[in-house]
Each structure stands twice: as C-alpha cells, then as structure tokens.
C-alpha cells in the first residue's frame, strides 16, 4: 500500500469485524491500510465525535454488526 496503516486500527471495531469474518477485506484494503483518511470513522476519532462500532469507513451504518 502507497500509505502506512491507520493509527487506530489496533483498536479499531473495523479490525475485528474483519478479523472475526463479518465484513470484507476490501473494506481494511480501501480505508485502514489505505485512504484511512477518507474514512468518516477516523475523521470523526480524529474530532473527537462519538460514532456507533457498526459505523461502516464510507459512512453507512452496517446493523448486522450490531
């Protein structure tokens, strides 16, 4: 990847959705190890705005997640 991992994808719901089976890769490829910058969830960490776990790095609310 042309950029570094996320800073908060240690603890980061995303990765053990991923880690458990429950969401795509493509969705760590596109957003955690790649424009973790686009991601709403990081944008929202970085301003300290409170976000559900099941909140989706495009935005969308996943509630099979819930």
Do not use: H
């Amino acid at each position: 990847m042309s950029k570094k991992e996320c800073k908060w994808f240690s603890v980061c719901s995303m990765k053990f959705y991923w880690q458990q089976g429950k969401i795509d890769e493509i969705w760590i490829k596109n957003y955690c190890l790649g424009n973790w910058d686009k991601c709403i969830r990081y944008q929202k960490k970085e301003a300290g705005i409170f976000y559900l776990d099941y909140l989706m790095p495009d935005g969308t609310l996943n509630n099979k997640l819930k």
